[in-house]
């Protein structure tokens, strides 16, 4: 079922509970905090339930990572697509969040696997990335080839653990994602290996 709100987008009523990929493909469901820190570490898509408690995921749709939002194969069902930043501040200026009864399922960490602020915050992805650059793997990759530059220099045989390691991706990708509490919101970049829900709109 879908619902039109004042800014004309077509917005489903529930939250986004699927456990395949359009193209069938199955997108891990973990059901611990170790797993889903593990997925974060990886780099790998996962979803969960709220709680890891399957009675959440029918009350409040799925938790979903960035990695799994940002995957090709698509998680939204087919003619459903996830808010742009745009339209998530679309939504916010018109006030419509509250009226779409977005649940407050708060946040899954990727960093710990633990749900924070559960029925306090509500968490939503959008499809919008953000990319910025990251300091201290700038700072790292520079002391890295120092060292190679100065085993060359000496005339010495570069270390296996410098010949063989790869410089870090000196951007950080973030996923814009609108968070709530009561009547305020507003949209911010967050980690990838981080949980929210996904509520999506009608292409």
């Known amino acids: 079922m879908t619902d039109k709100t004042q800014n004309q987008y077509i917005w489903t009523h529930e939250n986004l509970r699927v456990t395949e990929f359009q193209n069938g493909d199955s997108i891990p469901l973990v059901t611990s905090a170790k797993d889903w820190k593990k997925a974060s570490e990886n780099r790998s898509a996962a979803c969960c339930y709220p709680g890891y408690n399957p009675e959440n995921g029918e009350k409040y749709g799925l938790i979903y990572n960035g990695y799994a939002i940002l995957d090709e194969r698509g998680i939204c069902p087919e003619g459903l697509r996830i808010p742009t930043e745009v339209e998530l501040r679309e939504l916010i200026a018109a006030g419509m969040q509250l009226e779409l009864d ?86 911010h970049g967050f980690e990838l290996g981080n949980g929210h829900s996904v509520r999506c709109i009608q292409i």
């Open 102 to 187: 977005l649940p407050k399922v708060g946040l899954c960490n990727g960093s710990t696997g633990y749900f924070n602020n559960r029925d306090l915050v509500g968490y939503y992805w959008s499809s919008s990335i953000e990319s910025v650059k990251d300091e201290d793997a700038i700072q790292k990759n520079k002391e890295r080839e120092s060292r190679r530059s100065g085993y060359i220099r000496r005339g010495l045989g570069i270390p296996d653990e410098l010949r063989v390691e790869l410089d870090m991706p000196e951007t950080k990708q973030y996923l814009k994602r609108l968070y709530f509490t009561g009547s305020a919101a507003n949209i």
